[in-house]
């Protein structure tokens, strides 16, 4: 059950991203012609049946899938999967040189050191990035990788309920960016560093990367849930009325005067979410500060410092005029996320209405699915290997 990237071959292949607030479906198709996006759907995840990434009803979660396995009349099919939440380790760790079987036997003990939760309730995994060229000892480079078994295994229930084989459970991050590297339109020069915001439901985790490398990863507490709950307070009503509201007619502004223009709920609204804006956003200036920390250390090698620009996914990037202001309050370039744009990846067979408003969200679940194509292998050059 792989944590790390690592690629099969199969000529369709289906990425599932099963969040707190909805269940994502991308199956891909690869042909002579490429890769196309085959078909793509989601459905709402039953009412707390995903708490911190672990799912607590697997049952549930299972008739959901089905049910949209059904509506979107794909057959049963091997799938991977994605995990994320604020308890998933995923660090870059210098480590004595040794071979990768004395590192097999090892990483259980190096996990100790980088992870808050037991290792022996934990899957744990590793990449070697770089060892030294020579005999004579010295600091290799790790990628070390570590996620709660629960986690894990609640995935993997879940999906072998619903009468899926499962080919592998991936950590977000690295399926986020798949999906951005495999979409030309998505790429910019080499020496390039990208930050992908993906807003959630419960959490906002960021992935910095350069070039096709990863960098870091963080979670923050603060995504659609909270700025749901900010609009259900300020103009009290329910939850099910102030999602609408969120995702129907809300505007981000940047001003009073553009404020005004917006009938009174919804002015309420975009006011009442506005100081969690600015929080998230101080959140990812605190993130960017410590890449540049990092890039400054002597371990950390040459290159240019500082995130180029910035790329938002989620439910939340949905929001009409965000990425305005979040480039506005950064002075970094924000988009919003679409790896079926002006991309290698085509879309074919999937609703454009459906395609152009739910793009932002189905980046995880297009990473996942091309894990399991062959044209990327050599393009991306990933390897993954496992933990003993």
Same mark, same amino acid.
């Given at each position: 059950?792989?944590?790390?990237? /690592?690629?099969?071959?199969?000529?369709? +292949?289906?990425?599932?991203?099963?969040?707190?607030?909805?269940?994502?479906?991308?199956?891909?198709?690869?042909?002579?012609?490429?890769?196309?996006?085959?078909?793509?759907?989601?459905?709402?995840?039953?009412?707390?049946?995903?708490?911190?990434?672990?799912?607590?009803?697997?049952?549930?979660?299972?008739?959901?899938?089905?049910?949209? %396995?059904?509506?979107?009349?794909?057959? /049963?099919?091997?799938?991977?999967?994605?995990?994320?939440?604020?308890?998933?380790?995923?660090?870059?760790?210098?480590?004595?040189?040794? *071979?990768?079987?004395?590192?097999?036997?090892?990483?259980?003990?190096?996990? $100790?050191?980088?992870?808050?939760?037991?290792?022996?309730?934990?899957?744990?995994?590793?990449?070697?990035?770089?060892?030294?060229?020579?005999?004579?000892?010295?600091?290799?480079?790790?990628?070390?990788?570590?996620?709660?078994?629960?986690?894990?295994?609640?995935?993997?229930? =879940?999906? &072998?309920?619903?009468?899926?084989?499962?080919?592998?459970? &991936?950590?977000?991050?690295?399926?986020?960016?798949?999906?951005?590297?495999?979409? !030309?339109?998505?790429?910019?020069?080499?020496?390039?560093?990208?930050?992908?915001?993906?807003?959630?439901?419960?959490?906002?985790?960021?992935?910095?990367?350069?070039?096709?490398?990863?960098?870091?990863? $963080?979670?923050?507490?603060?995504?659609?849930?909270?700025?749901?709950?900010?609009?259900?307070?300020?103009?009290?009503?329910?939850?099910?009325?102030? !999602?609408?509201?969120?995702?129907?007619?809300?505007?981000?502004?940047?001003?009073?005067?553009? @404020?005004?223009?917006?009938?009174?709920?919804?002015?309420?609204? *975009?006011? *009442?979410?506005?100081?969690?804006?600015?929080? %998230?956003? @101080?959140?990812?200036?605190?993130?960017?500060?410590?890449?540049?920390?990092?890039?400054?250390?002597?371990?950390?090698?040459?290159?240019?410092?500082?995130?180029?620009?910035?790329?938002?996914?989620?439910?939340? =990037? /949905?929001?009409?005029?965000?990425?305005?202001?979040?480039?506005?309050?950064?002075?970094?370039?924000? &988009?919003?996320?679409?790896?079926?744009?002006? *991309?290698?990846?085509?879309?074919?067979?999937?609703?454009?209405?459906?395609?152009?408003?739910?793009?932002?969200?189905?980046?995880?679940?297009?990473?996942?699915?091309? @894990?399991?194509? @062959? +044209?990327? /292998?050599?393009?991306?050059?990933?390897?993954? &290997?496992?933990? +003993?």
């Amino acid at each position: 059950m792989g944590l790390l990237p /690592k690629l099969a071959q199969n000529n369709t +292949s289906i990425g599932l991203d099963i969040g707190s607030s909805a269940i994502k479906l991308v199956q891909l198709q690869e042909s002579k012609n490429g890769i196309a996006l085959h078909k793509a759907g989601s459905a709402p995840t039953p009412r707390e049946a995903v708490k911190g990434g672990v799912v607590v009803d697997p049952l549930a979660v299972a008739k959901a899938v089905q049910s949209l %396995l059904e509506a979107l009349q794909v057959e /049963k099919a091997t799938v991977a999967a994605g995990i994320a939440g604020p308890t998933v380790v995923v660090r870059e760790v210098p480590l004595p040189s040794m *071979s990768d079987r004395q590192l097999r036997k090892s990483i259980q003990w190096e996990a $100790r050191n980088y992870i808050s939760f037991p290792v022996e309730d934990s899957v744990v995994e590793f990449q070697v990035l770089d060892r030294p060229t020579t005999d004579e000892g010295g600091q290799m480079r790790v990628m070390l990788v570590a996620a709660p078994r629960d986690m894990v295994d609640s995935q993997v229930e =879940a999906i &072998e309920l619903a009468g899926l084989d499962l080919a592998a459970v &991936e950590i977000q991050p690295f399926a986020s960016m798949r999906g951005i590297l495999a979409g !030309n339109g998505q790429l910019q020069g080499s020496g390039d560093t990208t930050a992908v915001l993906g807003i959630g439901a419960t959490y906002t985790e960021i992935t910095i990367m350069k070039d096709d490398q990863f960098v870091l990863t $963080r979670m923050i507490p603060i995504a659609g849930d909270a700025f749901t709950e900010a609009i259900k307070n300020a103009l009290d009503i329910d939850t099910e009325q102030a !999602n609408q509201l969120k995702e129907t007619t809300m505007q981000v502004v940047s001003s009073e005067e553009e @404020r005004a223009t917006l009938d009174p709920a919804t002015q309420q609204a *975009s006011r *009442s979410i506005e100081p969690l804006l600015d929080e %998230l956003i @101080r959140e990812v200036r605190r993130s960017l500060a410590y890449h540049d920390y990092q890039q400054q250390s002597p371990d950390a090698g040459s290159g240019e410092l500082g995130v180029n620009r910035i790329l938002l996914s989620g439910g939340s =990037a /949905k929001l009409p005029r965000v990425s305005e202001y979040f480039q506005a309050q950064l002075g970094v370039p924000v &988009e919003v996320v679409n790896v079926f744009g002006a *991309s290698d990846l085509r879309a074919q067979g999937v609703n454009q209405d459906y395609l152009q408003s739910h793009a932002p969200v189905l980046l995880v679940g297009t990473g996942l699915a091309l @894990r399991e194509t @062959r +044209s990327l /292998k050599q393009r991306l050059g990933e390897t993954g &290997e496992k933990a +003993s």
